[in-house]
């Protein structure tokens, strides 16, 4: 039996939000934009293959940090720099450096995000039974994560929401979780912390000392890096889930 939460500190992807990968495509408007705003001289084709491979080594990249204790989060420039426009002609690297913003914002929002089944109604009781809750994400862009819970209608159930590229620390980083309860003001070691990846969520609760860590399932929970002695506290499969958990916690 856990104890009624001070706080609840949530994973955005595969908690809030389910975005299968396999289903996501490419945004045409994103790749004619860069077209344009590198004057033409990166054809249609090298723009598509350049992010397509570009994704995949900052996957590799996302993964490799995930087995640090405390890694820092790349700046929209230095993911843009580093991992996609690799071999471009200078000046049409320096017009994506100076967009690198924005440009993140359009990678990054997801055409296949939806809410996951039963979140809005255990956002719901623990709005209702005054459990401060904050948002606490890895992301490439966290406006455009921030805006898609805005468009749905969860967005001000948050007292704050944390994203590492605002952040500069990305998951396992316990700093993340600590701003987070600070935030609201509430002791880490009586927050849950709630995440789909036992490499970067549970390991961050572990590293950050919060008081309980909840794995809820997602399509990539399979896909996590092992993390040596680092275990859940409860599993479970869905927003219902959780709600019920909170519920078992003796929240009415």
């Not at 997801?110 to 904050?134: H, K, S």
């Not at 704050?160 to 003001?185: F, M």
Request: net charge negative.
């Amino acid at each position: 039996m856990l104890f009624p939460p001070a706080a609840l500190l949530l994973d955005f992807g595969g908690v809030l939000v389910e975005s299968p990968r396999h289903q996501r495509t490419l945004p045409p408007d994103l790749v004619q934009r860069l077209h344009t705003l590198t004057g033409h001289a990166v054809p249609v084709d090298t723009i598509v293959r350049d992010i397509t491979n570009g994704a995949r080594r900052y996957s590799r990249w996302r993964d490799d940090t995930s087995r640090e204790r405390g890694p820092r989060e790349a700046s929209h420039d230095q993911v843009w720099d580093e991992f996609i426009t690799v071999g471009w002609p200078e000046a049409a690297r320096a017009a994506v450096r100076a967009e690198a913003v924005s440009l993140s914002y359009a990678w990054a929002w997801g055409d296949n995000w939806t809410v996951r089944d039963g979140i809005t109604e255990a956002l719901q009781a623990a709005a209702a039974g005054g459990i401060p809750m904050v948002v606490v994400s890895n992301a490439i862009s966290g406006a455009a994560h921030r805006d898609f819970l805005a468009s749905v209608g969860l967005g001000a159930l948050f007292a704050a929401e944390l994203y590492s590229d605002e952040i500069g620390v990305r998951k396992p980083n316990p700093e993340l979780a600590w701003r987070a309860a600070d935030t609201i003001a509430a002791p880490i070691g009586k927050c849950w912390f709630v995440g789909d990846m036992i490499d970067r969520d549970i390991a961050c609760a572990r590293y950050a000392g919060a008081g309980a860590a909840i794995l809820m399932r997602s399509s990539r929970t399979a896909r996590t890096v092992p993390t040596s002695g680092v275990e859940p506290d409860v599993v479970v499969d869905d927003g219902y889930g959780l709600r019920d958990l909170l519920r078992q916690a003796g929240l009415r």
